[in-house]
C-alpha cells in the first residue's frame, strides 16, 4: 500500500492559484526530491501535507488516513507527518534536549524519563548527545538543523518532509545536514524533500518532482531525468542552476 496519495489537490491564496491538481503517490521508503522555481508552489504542497496550510479541492491520504477539505483527522495525521524548515524554529528558551522532549510530552503523553530517553536516542543518531544540555545559540546553524531533525523524528513519524532544509546555512555546514539525511535515507525513513542540492537529489532521491506553476510538470527517476529531460521547462531550470 502506498504511504502517501495525494491526488487532485487544489489549494487557492484568495484568488491566487497556487496548486492546480497535485497528484502524488510515495512508496514507503521512497525518497522525492521536489525541485522547481521560486513560487512553484513547492512550499504550499508540503505544507498542506501535514495541515500546516488548508485544501481547496482533493484528498490527501497518509498511511490509510484520509485529509480533506474537513480536516477531521488533522491531529492524527499531523503525528504521522514530520517536517523540518528552512528556519530551524528551534525553541531558544528550551536547552537542546528539551526541545526533543516537548513535542511527546505534550502531543503523545509520553513521560519525563521516556521522552528524555528518546530525545538521548534521537540526538545521538544526529551525532548531537554531547549538546543534549546545551542551548540553541550555542550550536552553529549546522547542529541546530541536525537538532530540528532529532526533534522531528521524537514523534515517530512515517514521512518527514523537508523544506530547503540547507538553504539558510552557511556552505560548510551544509554537508553535515546532508549527511544526516541521507543517512535517514539509507536506514528506509520515507522522504519528501524540497531541495537546491541537485547533485543530492540525484544521488540520493528514487523519485524526482519538477513543480512549474503550481502542477507537477515532470516526474520520474532522478539519473533519468537530469540526463533526460523532457519539457522545455524542466531542461532550461536544469540549466539555470548548473
Ligand atoms: P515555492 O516554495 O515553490 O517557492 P510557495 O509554495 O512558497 O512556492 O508559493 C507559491 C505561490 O503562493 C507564490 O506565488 C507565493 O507568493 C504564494 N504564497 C505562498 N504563501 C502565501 C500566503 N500565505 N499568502 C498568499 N500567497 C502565498
Ligand atoms: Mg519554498
Redesign the pocket.
Known amino acids: 500500500m502506498s504511504l502517501l496519495r495525494i491526488s487532485a489537490l487544489h489549494k487557492y491564496?484568495g484568488d491566487?492559484h497556487?496548486l492546480k491538481g497535485i497528484d502524488l503517490t510515495v512508496e514507503p521508503g521512497d525518497v522525492v526530491a521536489i525541485i522547481?522555481r521560486?513560487?512553484?508552489?513547492?512550499?504550499?504542497l508540503l505544507r498542506t501535507l501535514n495541515g500546516l496550510e488548508t485544501i481547496d479541492d482533493g484528498v490527501i491520504e497518509v498511511d490509510g488516513e484520509y485529509l480533506d477539505a474537513a480536516r477531521a483527522n488533522l491531529r492524527s495525521l499531523r503525528q504521522k507527518v514530520g517536517m523540518v524548515f528552512q528556519q530551524f524554529n528551534l525553541f531558544p528558551h528550551l536547552s537542546v534536549g528539551q526541545n526533543v522532549m516537548l513535542a511527546p510530552q505534550v502531543v503523545k503523553n509520553t513521560s519525563r524519563d521516556e521522552a528524555r530517553a528518546l530525545a538521548r536516542q534521537m540526538l545521538e543518531r544526529v551525532g548531537l548527545l554531547d549538546k543534549f544540555d546545551a542551548y540553541p545559540e550555542q550550536l552553529s546553524g549546522g547542529q541546530q538543523q541536525r537538532v530540528a531533525i532529532a526533534r522531528a523524528l521524537a514523534m515517530s513519524p512515517r514521512v518527514l518532509l523537508c523544506d530547503e532544509i540547507t538553504s539558510a546555512l552557511d556552505p560548510e555546514l551544509v554537508s553535515e545536514v546532508l549527511a544526516v539525511v541521507k543517512q535517514l535515507a539509507v536506514e528506509g525513513m520515507t522522504l519528501i524533500l524540497v531541495t537546491h542540492e541537485m547533485r543530492f537529489a540525484r544521488e540520493v532521491g528514487n523519485k524526482l518532482v519538477f513543480?512549474h506553476q503550481g502542477r507537477v510538470h515532470e516526474t520520474g527517476h532522478p539519473q533519468t531525468l537530469f540526463a533526460h529531460p523532457q519539457t522545455a521547462e524542466l531542461a532550461q531550470f536544469i540549466g539555470s542552476i548548473n
Open positions: 491564496y491566487l497556487v522547481g521560486s513560487g512553484s508552489g513547492k512550499s504550499t513543480m
